[in-house]
T-cell receptor, first 111, second 116 residues
Framework: GQNIDQPTEMTATEGAIVQINCTYQTSGFNGLFWYQQHAGEAPTFLSYNVLDGLEEKGRFSSFLSRSKGYSYLLLKELQMKDSASYLCAAGDSGGYQKVTFGTGTKLQVIP | EAGVAQSPRYKIIEKRQSVAFWCNPISGHATLYWYQQILGQGPKLLIQFQNNGVVDDSQLPKDRFSAERLKGVDSTLKIQPAKLEDSAVYLC??????????????FGAGSRLTVL
């Protein structure tokens, strides 16, 4: 099975940088996902890491260390619209590629 | 492409009543998922279909929840009888799992259930 931990809430200032951490323990691992979920809306895909290292996509970057069971999502130049929950999710290496989500980190961006 | 369609968007019922949710995935997506998301928590997988077969229902409360995907396309999730703790958003998602690489899920808008 999968066990995923991430902070419950974070607050950051508009224009700043914030890092959201995620640790995972899995019986089979096939990549780490980050999804964004605005209040009352469905989750939307942000990033995927399967190899160690940093993946950059505009203002958002995601990092993975497989040996440490650790990932983070880095958001730069924060905007008010970035206020949302950020869900860390682990992909399973089994044949049907189950995806297990963490509890999510609610990020509040303040002026 | 059209997204994942779900209905109804909102449903209020009393405990012990029954409810059904419908999902139509993205065309061509072989895998369909039902997740339960309780307020303030992450999505919890209830059941996963590959075409019309169940590949994971380990967290589905089978005494009250059932789901089917008869023709390998749309799906129905039923709760009977409902309990107060079933109040949640029921998210349907679909994907076309690649042989390698990211299995990216596309979610529907969800069905919000309130049990009184």
């Amino acid at each position: 099975g999968q066990n995923i931990d991430q902070p419950t809430e974070m607050t950051a200032t508009e224009g700043a940088i914030v890092q959201i951490n995620c640790t995972y323990q899995t019986s089979g691992f096939n990549g780490l996902f980050w999804y964004q979920q605005h209040a009352g809306e469905a989750p939307t895909f942000l990033s995927y890491n399967v190899l160690d290292g940093l993946e950059e996509k505009g203002r958002f970057s995601s990092f993975l260390s497989r040996s440490k069971g650790y990932s983070y999502l880095l958001l730069k130049e924060l905007q008010m619209k970035d206020s949302a929950s950020y869900l860390c999710a682990a992909g399973d290496s089994g044949g049907y590629q189950k995806v297990t989500f963490g509890t999510g980190t609610k990020l509040q961006v303040i002026p | 492409e059209a997204g994942v369609a779900q209905s109804p968007r909102y449903k209020i019922i009393e405990k012990r009543q029954s409810v059904a949710f419908w999902c139509n995935p993205i065309s061509g997506h072989a895998t369909l998922y039902w997740y339960q998301q309780i307020l303030g928590q992450g999505p919890k997988l209830l059941i996963q279909f590959q075409n019309n077969g169940v590949v994971d229902d380990s967290q589905l409360p089978k005494d009250r929840f059932s789901a089917e995907r008869l023709k390998g396309v749309d799906s129905t999730l039923k709760i009977q009888p409902a309990k107060l703790e079933d109040s949640a958003v029921y998210l349907c998602a679909s994907s076309y799992p690649p042989e390698s690489g990211a299995n990216v899920l596309t979610f529907g808008a969800g069905s919000r259930l309130t049990v009184l």
